[in-house]
């Protein structure tokens, strides 16, 4: 009976809320996930800071992984019905009938590099995107409404950064995008090769393919490289190599 009192007096806190405040906690789902955000503004110790920021994505990152290896089971021992493969198809943009393409669509990401790009693009859980929105990794949308727009976005533009109820969703989504955007071809392609050559996946290597994902280019990669390294990241991705 408490439990139901306090949900129901959030309700109402986050109703009477300022139409500010309203935008910032989005949703309730999103309210509630936020307060679960550590506040890692308030970590002054940079070395506390990045340990709490590990142990907060790990979990989820390493849930969504299992997910991946559990779908690639089921394509390779057809233990799916064909409506749903079709779903599948089409959400990872492969030709239906190409199940060693879908194969490749359809892979881990590794711990290491999600960590990584997470840390860097989320300037370690510390952007308003990151701790409200649970964007870590700076994704945008593009229909009006997907998400926030930004407070120096060019007058042209039309993108926004995209908003998710959930740190789960959030990674969801990264993963998803890293597995059937165009532009992660290489990343992709450097993935397969590792897999047919029986070789670890590993953040550093993947990494390779993320020249396309920010601006700077090839420096992104070497950012992204050399996050992994500093911090030790490559130890998280022992366990993925089914």
């Known amino acids: 009976m408490k439990i139901l009192k306090f949900k129901s007096l959030l309700l109402i806190l986050l109703l009477i809320n300022s139409s500010t ?10 309210w509630m996930n936020s307060l679960k955000t550590p506040d890692f503004e308030k970590i002054q110790n940079i070395d506390e800071r990045k340990q709490a920021f590990f142990k907060y994505l790990l979990p989820a990152v390493n849930r969504q ?9 089921n394509i390779k021992t057809n233990n799916i019905n064909s409506f749903e493969l079709q779903t599948i198809y089409h959400d990872y943009r492969v030709k239906p009938g190409d199940i060693d393409m879908l194969l490749t669509h359809i892979d881990i990401v590794p711990a290491s590099l999600v960590l990584a ?20 990794f700076g994704l945008w949308c593009f229909e009006k409404g997907c998400g926030v727009i930004p407070l120096k976005r060019n007058k042209k533009a039309t993108h926004e950064v995209a908003k998710f109820s959930s740190l789960s969703k959030g990674i969801e989504y990264y ?13 992709r392609k450097i993935r397969k090769n590792k897999r047919d050559q029986r070789d670890k996946i590993s953040g550093i ?7 396309d994902y920010a601006e700077i280019g090839y420096e992104y990669v070497e950012t992204v490289q050399s996050i992994i390294r500093y911090n030790k990241l490559s130890k998280y991705d022992y366990n993925l190599r089914q």
């Open 175 to 187: 993963m998803r995008s890293i597995n059937r955007n165009s532009a992660y071809t290489t990343l």
């Open 21 to 30: 405040q309203a935008d910032e906690y989005w949703g309730l789902e999103s």
């Open 205 to 211: 290597a993947l990494a390779e393919g993320l020249e």
């Open 65 to 73: 992984n299992q997910k991946i290896i559990q779908l690639r089971h």
């Open 117 to 136: 790009q997470g840390a860097y693009e989320s300037n370690w859980g510390r952007s308003r995107f990151a701790k409200y929105y649970h964007n870590f």
